[in-house]
């Protein structure tokens, strides 16, 4: 369980320092109780290794939005209520969510006879529903694990399409330059 939370409080670290100001973060902090001397040896090797595991910073997302598509609107619906609820019990914020009043519309026509009765066709419709959901200031790790628990429950005849927008650094090569331009 030690270990569990040595990971914990690295990863809380790495991102604490990656957050700007305005990246309003809820942190959290842990009591760890000293290791005996002949424990923290060994639990320190363990230590090094994972710390080493882990030199990648974790990824912070400013938002995440869901597309989602279906024919059939009561489908749509009740996935996107358990999107948002697997959410909330995760503690992500969610944005807005929003769908268009009408579906899109696709018709087809197509003639009955295709040699003799030209005026005699058949018209086919298909509609599309769809939905949108915002997800704010996820984590890589996180983000990931709500991605693939949600994509694995992707029920039959939905279809979604995921966008992420990313928060990284400003470049050297922009901050020199804005620097330089304040002076």
Request: glycine share 2%; with cysteine; charged share 25%.
């Amino acid at each position: 369980m030690t270990t569990f939370l040595k990971t914990l409080l690295l990863n809380s670290r790495k991102t604490s320092a990656l957050c700007p100001s305005y990246f309003n973060l809820s942190t959290r902090s842990f009591c760890v109780k000293p290791l005996r001397s002949e424990e923290s040896n060994i639990h320190q090797n363990d230590l090094a290794s994972i710390t080493a595991q882990n030199d990648e910073l974790d990824k912070l997302y400013k938002t995440i939005e869901f597309e989602c598509r279906s024919n059939d609107r009561a489908v749509l619906r009740s996935y996107t209520q358990f999107a948002t609820m697997a959410a909330n019990e995760l503690g992500i914020q969610i944005g807005k969510c929003w769908s268009p009043r009408k579906a899109h519309h696709e018709r087809y026509t197509l003639l009955r006879s295709i040699h003799v009765h030209k005026r005699c066709r058949v018209q086919y419709e298909v509609r599309t529903w769809f939905r949108f959901i915002h997800f704010h200031k996820l984590t890589g790790s996180t983000a990931e694990t709500f991605l693939e628990y949600v994509q694995r429950n992707l029920p039959e005849g939905v279809a979604l399409k995921v966008t992420k927008v990313l928060l990284e650094n400003i470049p050297e090569s922009v901050s020199s330059h804005m620097t330089s331009e304040i002076a």
